[in-house]
Nanobody, 132 residues
């Protein structure tokens, strides 16, 4: 059974940094793309960052580009999201997700990475609150 467990959220001030972690189990971690999404109250789930199964392809939402960095450590079955220069509008529950397809080809990943339906498994989320 696949499990994704996020950690690292918290309450910070604008301009601060946080590093989120997502520990995965249940499938061969290194074979699956991973994504980070976020959802604020009353808003739809929003793509934040994605990393391909082999780590060679990374995507970011325009709103976080230059401030957030996604990475993965296959030896630890963990994906990370380093968040710098946080803004109040970054406040949300952050969820990690695992792709439904194993070793998805790069050309396919380029059109699926931002779609929640492409991800088969989700964590429970970790709250990030940024005060102004």
């Amino acid at each position: 059974q696949v499990q994704l467990v996020e950690s690292g959220g918290g309450l910070v001030q604008a301009g601060d940094s946080l590093k989120l972690s997502c520990a995965a189990s249940g499938r061969t971690f290194s074979s699956y793309a991973m994504g980070w999404f976020r959802q604020a109250p009353g808003k739809e789930r929003e793509f934040v960052a994605g990393i391909s199964w082999d780590g060679n392809t990374i995507y970011y939402a325009d709103s976080v580009k230059g401030r957030f960095t996604i990475s993965r450590d296959n030896a630890k079955n963990t994906v990370y999201l380093q968040m710098n220069s946080l803004k109040p509008e970054d406040t949300a529950v952050y969820l990690c997700a695992q792709d439904g397809a194993s070793q998805r080809w790069a050309d396919t990943y380029s059109i699926t990475y931002f779609r929640p339906v492409a991800y088969a498994y989700w964590g429970q989320g970790t709250q990030v609150t940024v005060s102004s």
